[in-house]
């Protein structure tokens, strides 16, 4: 039972946690909180007491964090949007060898992720892990930038576009890598842990910030897609023009300037502790569960068989008391035999009188654990048949950087005789849809939905919007086909008399998508997560992407090794696309992601919500 709170508590603490105690009791935390300015949700400040809402969090340093994001952005893809050609040019690798190492480092970079959310749920906390990944990326880019300088590029006429290096030497190659494997590691471990951390800025169990933390993570995907903008725009010119020490220079200053803005807000940040590591606690339950199979949690037992903690926030084995209790659920019946006390009775002390009847006493985690730890696993294993279904998504959304690219290649792209359009840059026209569909979407869409009563308070729930960009992405495909049907028609050798603009129509319908699924992916995982897995959750976005590049990869292989006839290589996507098939191609990836809409239906309806007790 807790103490009772006198009037000289009230000048030094907040009540923590009101979402895990009775009714009553919430209100009088909830006065008592609102006397104090204290959030709810259970976030500290740097000296690891009750965040005041006043000096903390909010969208003054939520703020520095889209800044942050958009200029690290920027960093990233500025290195990436032209590594090919660097590749190429002077690295002297062929298009093939330079496109599979792009390949595996962008895929390397996202696979990262795991680590950063790991480090951050288990240990350092998503604070310190953003700072010492953002110092990795930080580093990996001036080292870039100047192995560029002093080895690579030193031998070059700078700016007249022409490949006068002399061919590099292996350590300088060797150093290369070395740089933007950094540049993926300090990327990829920092992602899930700024999306996490941003959203952690607003206290989820109060209204209106909870209505803020949905509305942020709009705002981060168009501050990342910001960034994308002015790399594929500007730096993507000044590469182009052979500048390459100039671009990567001043990708390394933006991630500078990033990294310093994000340290501005240090003494308003809101923070969550580290909640200790969860692979451990997963297998906690895993053992415990079959030590316990003869335990009895059908319907019929009695619900005061499955062990919880007494205290509001449970702790973990390593000592770390960061996790709302979670309420139990039906599903995976068989994971509740690891909270079952039913035969761990040996294990009770003694002097039985000094503990609670309902309470039985401490014993080894590998034989029981509490119905919130159960829990966490449940919420995995309900996550991942949601989140395998957004990797065909993520298949889709790889086109616009490959097969869209080539395409836009393939067309007219001269609007006059002296002005020409990159096939990259139609790019552009997607990213303005992603800006355009979010500001109506939260002024527009979502308060009409909310007036006639569809959905939640935020408009569509996550799982709606995802399903609406599946939706979006299949008609992005048709369109491709489409376009791709009337440039055949109008095809001349290796290309074809028809505008790169009708490429406009597939890219908004792709940037519309990407607003409903992306943004709904963010939301969902981390609201669905536990609170002891959040960067987890932000990790199984980039996964989704991550897993999309080796997918398309993969039906793209299989779609060449069918199509090709008569031993010839020909198939549906040539080297030369007027002897090919591209929009069968597009049709084939429409028709994969129907199958995938319906299969996301299906485990959207048997999805279960988390709920915490209290809330």
Not at 20 to 45: H, K
Not at 47 to 66: F, R
Not at 202 to 216: G, H
Request: hydrophobic fraction near 40%.
């Amino acid at each position: 039972m807790e103490a009772p709170i006198t009037s000289s508590m009230k000048t030094k603490q907040c009540l923590p946690e009101s979402s895990c105690v009775d009714d009553d009791t919430r209100d009088i935390n909830e006065e008592t909180n609102q006397q104090l300015l204290c959030t709810f949700d259970g976030s500290v400040d740097r000296h690891g007491n009750p965040s005041i809402k006043a000096v903390s969090g909010g969208w003054g340093v939520a703020s520095l964090v889209l800044i942050n994001q958009a200029l690290s952005s920027l960093a990233f893809f500025g290195v990436g949007v032209n590594l090919v050609t660097f590749m190429t040019e002077i690295l002297r690798q062929d298009n093939v060898e330079a496109a599979n190492n792009v390949s595996k480092w962008i895929g390397t970079s996202n696979i990262f992720s795991l680590v950063g959310a790991f480090l951050s749920d288990s240990y350092w906390g998503r604070h310190k892990t953003c700072l010492i990944f953002q110092s990795i990326f930080v580093s990996g880019l001036l080292l870039l930038s100047l192995s560029s300088y002093l080895l690579l590029l030193s031998p070059c006429i700078p700016g007249d576009g022409t490949p006068h290096c002399a061919p590099p030497t292996k350590i300088e190659i060797g150093i290369f890598y070395f740089a933007i494997y950094q540049i993926g590691l300090g990327n990829g471990g920092y992602q899930p842990c700024i999306t996490t951390f941003g959203a952690d800025q607003f206290d989820e169990e109060e209204p209106k910030e909870s209505q803020s933390k949905m509305a942020f993570f709009s705002y981060f995907y168009v501050a990342n897609n910001i960034g994308t903008l002015f790399s594929n725009t500007v730096l993507v010119y000044v590469e182009d023009k052979g500048m390459w020490v100039l671009g990567f220079w001043l990708s390394s200053g933006a991630a500078f300037l990033a990294f310093v803005i994000f340290l501005a807000g240090f003494r308003w940040y809101r923070h969550f502790n580290p909640c200790g590591n969860p692979l451990s606690r997963i297998a906690h339950v895993v053992i415990a569960s079959l030590r316990n199979w003869n335990a009895d949690v059908s319907t019929t037992a009695d619900p005061n068989h499955l062990y919880e903690a007494a205290d509001k926030i449970t702790t973990s084995n390593e000592g770390y008391g960061c996790r709302r209790r979670i309420c139990h659920t039906p599903d995976f019946r068989f994971l509740d035999k690891a909270a079952a006390i039913v035969g761990v009775k040996e294990y009770r002390s003694n002097d039985e009188d000094d503990e609670e009847e309902d309470n039985p006493p401490t014993t080894s985690p590998w034989r029981l654990c509490t119905v919130t730890q159960v829990e966490e696993v449940k919420c995995i294993l309900r996550l991942l048949p949601i989140w395998l279904c957004t990797i065909m998504y993520s298949v889709v959304f790889t086109q616009m950087a490959s097969i869209f690219i080539e395409q836009g290649g393939s067309m007219k792209t001269d609007l006059t005789s002296s002005f020409n359009i990159p096939p990259a840059s139609v790019s552009i026209f997607e990213i303005l849809s992603v800006t355009g569909v979010v500001v109506s979407y939260r002024y527009c869409i979502a308060p009409l939905l909310l007036k006639h009563k569809i959905g939640s308070s935020n408009g569509l729930t996550e799982l709606q919007r995802m399903g609406v960009g599946l939706v979006l992405s299949g008609l992005g495909m048709v369109s491709a086909g489409v376009v791709e049907s009337q440039r055949l028609k109008y095809a001349v050798k290796s290309t074809s008399s028809l505008s790169i603009l009708w490429q406009i129509p597939p890219y908004v319908l792709m940037g519309a998508s990407e607003v409903f699924m992306y943004v709904g992916q963010m939301e969902f995982f981390n609201r669905q997560s536990p609170d002891g897995l959040k960067s987890f959750g932000g990790a199984l976005y980039v996964l989704s992407m991550a897993l999309g590049n080796y997918v398309s990869s993969l039906i793209v292989t299989l779609v060449m090794l069918i199509t090709e006839r008569g031993g010839e290589s020909v198939g549906w996507i040539p080297d030369n696309l007027n002897e090919g098939r591209l929009d069968y191609f597009f049709y084939l990836l429409a028709v994969l992601t129907a199958i995938d809409f319906i299969l996301f239906v299906l485990c959207a309806k048997w999805y279960r919500c988390i709920s915490f007790q209290g809330t």
